[in-house]
Every structure is written in structure tokens, then in C-alpha cells.
């Protein structure tokens, strides 16, 4: 589906999709970002950019919100960036001079740089750098060597697994090939193989998760292994979307209101919405938003306007989701009251045709801005000249 301006307008004003959990950066000293790593066994990656850099900005509104990113680099590096021209930030650019913005920086616990890159990463680019760089700590093709040939002994089967985990490879035959020689569940090197292994909601291991999640959540704690079961039921939200499985889906979303209740209006949003978005169904797409404005958004404009950048992001064209988008819309930025609101409603009004109503609401947002954002203004000039153009 071709991107029309409304959605490059609105991605530029809200800078980062809502819905999305991109990189979470961690913001204590770098001192506490080398013991955060330590203790979590973790590299650390560092941005390091300077605040004129375009393609630094780029990947702050681009890449590094994408959820893909999010998810992979939250779950195995402790995350950090630094304006490497602020004074606060003096004694990193020392320890770590660059030339070239951005520079991507692998760093282990002790402070060594393990990998150094330059130039901006669309989000698969840098996913698959990251992945690189694991790869290469983890030596997963002398691993895979090893089990090839014939190496099963448990501690080798759980960095095996692990490895592949951090490389994003398959890993539950591997998983299951070991677990089907053990008789109790209940060791703790069996407790943290299955927290490990359990990396799919529709799978044995992770049914095994949730009946030992209390005993697990002891030596993990139960936030880590909440964002385990989270992770594992969004995988196969990801397997339902790619292979169609409506089945799947409903599993998923089933497994992880048993397992988290408290988050499975918003899980189940999510997954509907982008699940009949890739099978481009606006009519089922359109009933999930319905249902969770109704049941956890109701009229709050910061919720409403991210909900409207939802919709129009994955069916910018469609008559029956832009008729409820405006009126989403219209309630966000009467009530909320500020310029990106406003913009996100000149875009869909824009969308349906009105080129009267999105003018009058982009000179609102124009009006709300003032002089406080020059950057903000341009791109509402932008926008108010391409009506011209339609």
C-alpha cells in the first residue's frame, strides 16, 4: 500500500509511532550502564550522535522506535546514547572518540569496544548488525559445528539454545531435543533451560513456562518472566500475521490473557490490528480499534490521536476507516489542544478529500505551534503547500 504524504506528515510530527516499543535507552551514568551490563551478562550498545546529524535523526525517528528494534536490543543490550558535543558527555567522547555521526558502538562489561560502526541502519540493517555481533560473541558457527557433531551435554544444549536465541534463529528443536531426556522439570538448570527455550506461545516449552512460573520467577523475577511471556505470544502473533493462521492468532492472544489478564485488552488490540492490517482487512481492522477505544482509550486525546495514527498508517485510503478516524481525530485535538493533534487531523481530512477543513487544521496546529519550533512550522508549511498540489 503506497505511503501517501498524510502518513509521512504525521510520522515526522509524532516522531515515533505510539503503539510501537522501540529501544528503551538506559539513562543512568555509562559506570552504571557497564555494572547494569555486567550483572545482565550483556553488551552494551551506544549511539553516539550529535544533535545537527541528519541521519542521526533519521534513525531517532526511524529506526530506533521501530518495535522490531525495540524488541530485539532490549531483550540483549543494555542501551545507551550520547550527544557526543554536550559537556555532561565529555568523558565518554573521550574514552570513545569518533569522526563520523552516528557511530554505533558494541561495547562489552569492561568497557571494549567489540564492534564500531558508521552511518546510519534502516531498522532491518541494524537488526542484523546487532545480530552479528552476537553471533560472533557467542561463536554460534563453531556451536552449530559442535552439535552437528553429536555434542548433547546439557550445559552445551543451553548456550547452544541461547545463542540461537540472541541470533534470532529457530531454536526449539534444539529446545525439545533436550527436554525430552529430562524427567524433572523442577532443577533449577531445567527451570532456566525452559525460561530460555520458551520462545513461542504455541509450543510445549512455553506451557511448561506458565506451569512453573512461580518457581522460575524466584531466581528471574516475575517482571523478567512477564516480559518473557509477552515476547513469546508476540512471536507467534508475528507467525500468525506471516503464515495467516487466524488459529494461531486467537492462541496467542488466548495464552496471554490466561497468563497477564491486566494486559490483554492491549495485547489483543495490537495483534488484531496488525494482523488484519498485513491481511488487508479494513472492516475486521476497524471492529479491534472499535473495541479497544471502547473498553481502554474512551475519549483521552493522547490515547484517541495515537489510535487515529494507527489507522491511518495501515489504511490511509479506506472510506469506513477514515470516517472514524475523523471523528477520533476531531475529539483528540478539540481536547487535547496541541499542533501535532491538529496536523494528524488536517492529514486525515486530507485523506477524505476535505481540503478546506485540512487546511483550517493545519493552520491551527501552525497557530498552536507559534514560534516555539521552527523545525515543527516548515513541515505544517510543507504540508499546507501540498494541498495546493492535490
Given amino acids: 500500500m503506497k505511503k501517501t504524504?498524510?502518513?509521512?506528515?504525521?510520522?515526522?510530527?509524532t516522531g515515533v509511532f505510539a503503539f510501537a516499543q522501540g529501544i528503551v535507552f538506559f539513562e543512568g551514568?555509562?559506570?552504571e550502564a557497564k555494572a547494569k551490563a555486567k550483572s545482565e551478562g550483556k553488551l552494551i550498545f551506544a549511539d553516539a550522535f550529535a544533535a545537527w546529524c541528519g541521519p542521526?535523526?533519521?534513525?531517532?525517528?526511524?529506526t530506533f522506535p521501530d518495535p522490531a528494534v525495540g524488541a530485539f536490543f532490549n531483550a540483549n543490550f543494555v542501551c545507551v546514547k550520547y550527544d557526543m558535543e554536550k559537556p555532561e558527555n565529555?568523558?565518554?567522547a573521550t574514552a570513545y572518540p569518533v569522526r563520523s555521526y552516528p557511530t554505533l558502538l558494541f561495547i562489552d562489561a569492561d568497557g571494549k569496544i567489540v564492534k564500531k560502526e558508521v552511518g546510519a541502519k534502516t531498522p532491518d540493517a541494524l537488526v542484523e548488525l546487532g545480530r552479528n555481533v552476537l553471533g560472533a560473541k557467542d561463536n554460534l558457527p563453531g556451536l552449530e559445528e559442535q552439535y552437528a557433531a553429536g555434542a548433547r551435554d546439557p550445559e552445551f544444549m543451553y548456550e547452544y539454545v541461547k545463542a540461537l536465541n540472541r541470533a534470532g534463529q529457530p531454536s526449539l528443536k534444539v529446545t525439545n531435543e533436550y527436554l525430552a531426556t529430562q524427567t524433572d522439570m523442577t532443577t533449577?538448570?531445567?527451570l532456566e533451560f525452559i525460561f530460555e527455550g520458551a520462545t513461542e506461545a504455541d509450543s510445549r516449552v512455553f506451557d511448561l513456562l506458565l506451569?512453573?512460573?512461580?518457581?522460575?520467577?524466584?531466581s528471574k523475577g516475575a517482571e523478567t518472566v512477564d516480559r518473557k511471556i509477552t515476547a513469546a505470544c508476540g512471536k507467534s502473533v508475528n507467525k500468525a500475521i506471516e503464515f495467516r493462521d487466524a488459529g494461531l492468532l486467537q492462541e496467542a492472544k488466548q495464552k496471554l490473557a490466561k497468563a497477564l489478564p491486566d494486559k490483554a485488552v492491549e495485547f489483543t488490540y495490537k495483534a488484531d490490528t496488525r494482523y488484519y492490517a498485513a491481511a488487508d482487512d479494513p472492516k475486521n481492522f476497524l471492529k479491534a480499534a472499535q473495541t479497544y477505544q471502547k473498553a481502554a482509550v474512551k475519549n483521552n486525546p493522547a490515547a484517541l490521536h495515537d489510535?487515529?495514527?494507527?489507522?491511518?498508517?495501515?489504511f490511509p485510503q479506506n472510506p469506513d476507516v477514515l470516517k472514524q478516524a475523523e471523528k477520533w481525530a476531531k475529539t483528540a485535538a478539540e481536547t487535547g489542544n496541541q499542533p501535532d493533534y491538529y496536523m494528524t487531523l488536517a492529514g486525515v481530512y486530507k485523506n477524505s478529500g476535505d481540503k478546506d477543513a485540512a487546511l483550517h487544521a493545519?493552520?491551527?496546529?501552525?497557530?498552536?505551534?507559534?514560534d516555539s519550533d521552527p523545525n515543527m512550522t516548515t513541515k505544517i508549511n510543507g504540508f499546507i503547500r501540498s494541498l495546493d498540489q492535490q
Avoid: Y
Fill in 5 to 13: 504524504i498524510f502518513t509521512l506528515v504525521a510520522l515526522l510530527l
Fill in 29 to 31: 551514568s555509562w559506570d
Fill in 56 to 62: 542521526c535523526k533519521r534513525m531517532a525517528s526511524q
Fill in 90 to 92: 565529555a568523558a565518554f
Fill in 188 to 190: 533449577p538448570f531445567n
Fill in 211 to 218: 506451569q512453573h512460573r512461580d518457581a522460575i520467577a524466584k
Fill in 307 to 314: 489510535l487515529v495514527v494507527n489507522m491511518m498508517r495501515s
Fill in 362 to 370: 493545519a493552520v491551527k496546529a501552525k497557530e498552536l505551534v507559534g
